[in-house]
């Protein structure tokens, strides 16, 4: 899955920062699992916006992700604050993981 952002540079380097926010359970980062919907810059509240979603509704470590995904965002962006939304449409599945996901979660 592709990731759409409305600023292509700013949104390669957070996908690059996200990159190092691993999903504890599986061992994947989020980008390439496919958790990642949407990064948006809002230059006037110098805001980041990040759509993603969790591989289930009751990920035990949701909280854990989220809060890591808003630490990696703020250490690369640190004059920016982050707002993570939590959505489940569209719903995860095995689809959305990258073929580098895949290379990983198969070796």
């Not at 920062?17 to 948006?40: S, T």
């Not at 703020?74 to 959505?87: K, P």
């Not at 489940?88 to 689809?95: D, I, L």
């Amino acid at each position: 899955m592709n990731i759409s952002t409305n600023n292509p540079d700013m949104g390669a380097i957070a996908t690059e920062a996200l990159k190092q926010v691993i999903d504890p359970e599986i061992g994947l980062n989020i980008v390439d699992l496919g958790l990642v919907y949407r990064i948006d810059f809002l230059e006037e509240e110098r805001q980041i916006v990040l759509e993603m979603t969790l591989t289930t509704q009751f990920c035990p470590m949701g909280e854990a992700i989220t809060n890591s995904a808003r630490e990696s965002l703020q250490e690369t962006f640190g004059d920016y604050t982050t707002e993570i939304n939590l959505v489940f449409e569209p719903r995860w599945g095995h689809h959305l993981i990258t073929e580098e996901g895949n290379m990983f979660l198969n070796s």
